[in-house]
């Protein structure tokens, strides 16, 4: 099965880290689940992601604790701490929570980092099927550097294939529809990107022989490798981790720029998650709604959702206020976000940055951005987006028409803010 058809649409969920960093809980899983079925999976949301270091039995935040035992099975393998998801006991591993997420009608992915354990590497334990160790195939000069817990596999070796096989084959085993992989795709903070490591995990899905969404993280990963990218991955990171700070959203302009005309069925440069809500509940950052205001929310969205970059959104739905929950139920913006193509940049002057997109049925897409820090008129020019003669517009966001429009399109936007119209040629 070719690897493209698992991700034909840009991937949309929810991930534990901008809530509960590296600590979230079995129990806050199911009820994060719980309200995706109830609230978002008629919009196209559907995965449930349990981010980092679940195998922790003792992780108290985003800060992780260094070179702490983690819980491993006897082939050199992470397996979910019992602890956090009891479910797991007796060497079931996150079986019993993927099948819980699946009669929900979601699908149930993990966050990995790169690497064998360390711990294995010391311990020197076997690798499943092989004559060989941990220590045999571990790349010790390879490692994070925010985080302690692996040592990169050394690709050349016999038994470095095998490990990633067993690897993701146990994930088979556990349902599992969507893996993110980090410390892996950056272009040099992190001593990336890892491309025979990349090699291996590819082979590894497709031998393990389940659909699985491969996403790569952090970045930014490198404009010049987005070919390999391609082949061998379905969602890869534009930027370092995405935080509610103006400053961040502003310079993802810039990588939706870099980054342009690459998104395509199976292949979704990604812009990182979506803090919304309440977020930071157990990190070091403190317990909050999103700081960004309600105008920078809609930009955000609305550049995530006309570059088609995936959603994942990092709050705690269940603490979603009737704004937040409408940000991520519009029809309309979500059937662009699935369904346009063709996304660009027309223009950016003075903080009007125009997007612009096209719908499957001749419909056309314009995004007006007002970066600026004041509020400004942004236009842009019917010809500009591919419609000659008049047009009917509706903005997505407020429900607004506007009818017989001329050779221009203008909207007042507040600073920082956003409009975004769907036009039909009259």
Not at 208 to 221: F, T
Request: charged letters at 25%; hydrophobic letters at 35%.
């Amino acid at each position: 099965m070719q690897h493209h058809s698992f991700a034909p649409t840009p991937p949309m969920g929810w991930n534990s880290w901008d809530c509960y960093g590296a600590t979230v809980t079995e129990a806050e899983v199911r009820g994060n689940a719980e309200y995706m079925a109830r609230h978002l999976k008629d919009y196209g949301w559907e995965y449930i992601v349990v981010d980092i270091q679940w195998y922790e039995p003792g992780a108290v935040s985003d800060l992780y604790r260094p070179f702490v035992r983690l819980e491993t099975d006897g082939y050199s393998r992470l397996i979910p701490a019992v602890n956090r998801f009891p479910s797991a006991e007796g060497g079931q591993g996150f079986k019993p929570l993927a099948d819980y997420v699946h009669s929900l009608g979601l699908k149930f992915g993990i966050h990995i980092m790169r690497g064998i354990p360390r711990q294995a590497v010391h311990d020197n334990t076997p690798i499943k099927g092989t004559n060989v160790t941990a220590r045999d195939i571990a790349h010790t000069c390879s490692f994070c550097g925010w985080n302690t817990d692996m040592y990169g596999v050394d690709a050349g070796k016999k038994g470095a294939q095998e490990y990633y096989h067993s690897l993701f084959e146990l994930y088979a085993e556990w349902g599992v529809d969507y893996v993110k992989v980090d410390d892996i795709a950056d272009s040099w903070l992190h001593g990336g990107p890892h491309l025979a490591e990349i090699e291996l995990i590819r082979k590894a899905i497709d031998h393990a022989g389940r659909p699985m969404v491969l996403s790569l993280s952090p970045g930014p990963a490198p404009v010049k490798h987005a070919d390999f990218l391609e082949t061998h991955a379905n969602m890869w990171r534009m930027t370092d981790d995405f935080w509610d700070r103006w400053p961040l959203l502003l310079d993802m302009f810039d990588r939706c720029e870099t980054w342009q005309g690459r998104p395509k069925p199976g292949c979704w440069p990604d812009c990182d998650m979506l803090p919304l809500g309440r977020i930071g509940v157990r990190c070091s950052h403190p317990d909050r709604m999103t700081n960004f205001t309600r105008d920078e929310q809609l930009t955000m969205m609305t550049l995530w959702t006309i570059f088609r970059s995936p959603l994942m959104f990092g709050g705690e739905m269940r603490d979603n206020d009737e704004w937040t929950l409408s940000l991520l139920t519009n029809r309309d913006v979500l059937d662009m976000h699935q369904h346009s193509f063709g996304a660009r940049q027309v223009s950016r002057s003075e903080g009007r940055v125009i997007w612009a997109a096209e719908g499957p049925h001749g419909e056309r897409y314009a995004a007006l951005f007002n970066t600026g820090e004041e509020a400004a008129e942004v236009s842009v020019s019917l010809a500009e987006l591919g419609i000659s003669g008049s047009a009917h517009a509706r903005n997505l966001w407020t429900g607004e028409e506007r009818r017989e429009l001329g050779g221009t399109l203008a909207s007042a936007v507040p600073p920082h803010g956003a409009s975004l119209f769907r036009l039909i040629a009259e």
